[in-house]
């Protein structure tokens, strides 16, 4: 099993990133997925997450508006579409993959995902 986030970097506050999260080893489409985000110091947040057949999403306050989750099962893919980033935003961000929720009920709790990436580092300077 195996979940590979990509595409971070460091880009000034308003800028824009794209995070992709490539899967392998497991049944893709049977797994809702998330993103989350830990800053120095602190837990790791929740951000967003879509369900295994791409129709339902969900997000933290803070970034609705700006951040967009999609995938793409015929890519094994999810991505986050990052927009309007500011400082606050910085941190590792993670994809997980959850199979126990349902499509309609998405989980935001770090302890509902049953499988993890390695991270990738999101910087936003003032």
């Known amino acids: 099993v195996q979940l590979q986030a990509s595409g971070g970097g460091l880009v000034q506050a308003g800028g824009s990133l794209r995070l992709s999260c490539a899967a392998s080893?497991?049944?893709?489409?049977?797994?809702?997925i998330g993103w989350f985000r830990q800053a120095p110091g602190k837990e790791r947040d929740f951000v967003a997450t879509i369900s295994r057949n791409g129709a339902n999403t969900d997000y933290v306050d803070s970034v609705k508006g700006r951040f967009a989750i999609s995938r793409d099962n015929f890519k094994n893919t999810v991505y986050l579409q990052m927009n309007r980033l500011k400082p606050e935003d910085t941190g590792v961000y993670y994809c997980a993959a959850d199979f126990r929720s349902t499509t309609y009920s998405l989980a935001r709790r770090v302890t509902e995902y049953d499988y993890w990436g390695q991270g990738t580092q999101v910087t936003v300077s003032s």
């Open positions: 080893g497991f049944a893709f489409d049977d797994y809702n």
